[in-house]
């Protein structure tokens, strides 16, 4: 069988019968049952979670920021020009919430501002393929079938711009807390406050295109983001019930989860579930992710911001499995984005990810243009080999290298 078809062919389905599959919408649950239906043959336990989740939380942190950073800078223009206190002190007040909202939410990388948002349920999917016997290890393969909200900045414009107007809302910080206290202290002259409130503009209209950061109303199909992951893991479990294959002693697994554009929320959900389940074996998960471009596959040894560390063991294992096919992939560089392996780090199960995508903004990341019609069947197959040669090295070794 044409495996590298298999996988192609789902997801073009899946991309025209299932729209809008933004984390928690029913679309993410029927899509994920074309994907059980597809795999009831090849599996001998499949079972779903569902989980509580706020889909607009984590992206719309981002916007959340960008307003309320442009009240502080309002709200201090408003003191300059009153000659009154308050306005001073709200907008200081309303500069920590949103330094404290940035940091939890994208550099400690922890729920924070759910809460705020609608509810909507989650799903997961988790497909069992058993050993011959007793297992003693267990190896996941990890992909999620929810799509991003698009990201105009991301289409329209260059990285440099991208930059300035988060360099730009992240200094808005330091200079709002510093204009303020010193306002409040009466330490700065009329004319100084009027320099400085010429300096808070200047920044807010750099970083003012964060309001529309997000685009709400359109879900891209989101074909290498991240359905070549799940089908990925899919055709491999296919092709183990093909050949009537196990390994005597490893479970191989497949987990598609829902909410990954939204933090990670249903990874999270699954591995705080499952936690005991999944460190009672040898357990060791792989996330492939966006898998597009040979030239920028990455092995992920590190989380979003550098702030969890993925498995240096399961690091090992992917490197070697590409030298075995010909590639000798480099360790990611520092990176603002995320994956599902990091919920499985932060509880101790051995992770990694291995993803095909540039840091710097594509006509395929997290826009329209993320479509079936935008794969590449030669990086998917290159992949494909590499998860095949990880699973068996690890099942024939019985460690992680």
């Known amino acids: 069988m044409d495996y590298i078809k298999y996988i192609t062919d789902g997801i073009e389905s899946i991309c025209k019968n299932h729209k809008r599959r933004s984390a928690g919408c029913e679309s993410v649950k029927t899509a994920q049952a074309e994907m059980s239906e597809a795999m009831k043959d090849c599996v001998d336990e499949m079972r779903t979670q569902q989980f509580e989740v706020h889909p607009h939380a984590f992206i719309g942190s981002i916007p959340l920021y960008a307003f309320l950073s442009l009240a502080a800078c309002a709200l201090f223009l408003s003191g300059v020009y009153s000659g009154e206190l308050w306005p001073y002190i709200v907008s200081l007040a309303v500069t920590v919430t949103a330094m404290v909202i940035i940091v939890v939410e994208y550099i400690l990388f922890r729920p924070f501002t759910d809460r705020l948002y609608p509810k909507r349920t989650g799903q997961n999917l988790y497909m069992i393929r058993r050993a011959k016997n007793t297992p003693k290890r267990r190896i996941i393969l990890c992909g999620h079938s929810d799509a991003a909200w698009e990201m105009p900045l991301l289409k329209h414009f260059p990285l ?39 300096i808070e503009i200047v920044d807010s209209i750099l970083y003012a295109p964060l309001l529309f950061f997000v685009d709400w109303r359109t879900v891209v199909d989101g074909a290498n983001d991240n359905l070549t992951g799940c089908y990925l893991a899919m055709s ?59 030239k920028e596959l990455r092995i992920f040894s590190r989380g979003i911001n550098y702030t969890e560390s ?92």
């Open 236 to 294: 491999l479990l296919k092709e183990m019930a093909d050949n009537d294959m196990r390994y005597d002693d490893t479970e191989v697994c497949c987990l598609i989860t829902d909410a990954e554009e939204c933090g990670l929320r249903g990874a999270l959900a699954f591995a705080e579930e499952n936690v005991e389940e999944l460190l009672s074996l040898n357990t060791i998960v792989i996330a492939p992710d966006t898998i597009h471009s040979v």
């Open 310 to 401: 993925n498995s240096e063991e399961v690091c090992n294992l992917l490197y070697f499995s590409s030298i075995k096919n010909g590639l000798d992939l480099p360790m990611a560089e520092f990176y603002p984005g995320a994956n599902d392996s990091e919920a499985f780090s932060a509880i101790g199960v051995k992770a990694a990810a291995i993803c095909g995508v540039a840091f710097t903004p594509q006509d395929y990341y997290h826009n329209v243009n993320d479509t079936y019609t935008n794969l590449n069947p030669e990086c998917i197959r290159l992949v494909r080999n590499i998860l095949k040669d990880a699973v068996e090295m690890f099942a024939k070794a019985g460690k992680v290298f």
């Open 160 to 198: 440099v711009l991208i930059l300035t107007c988060i360099i730009s809302g992240l200094l808005f910080w330091i200079i709002n807390f510093l204009f303020c206290n010193l306002a409040l202290a009466n330490f700065l002259s009329a004319k100084t406050l009027h320099v400085f409130a010429g």
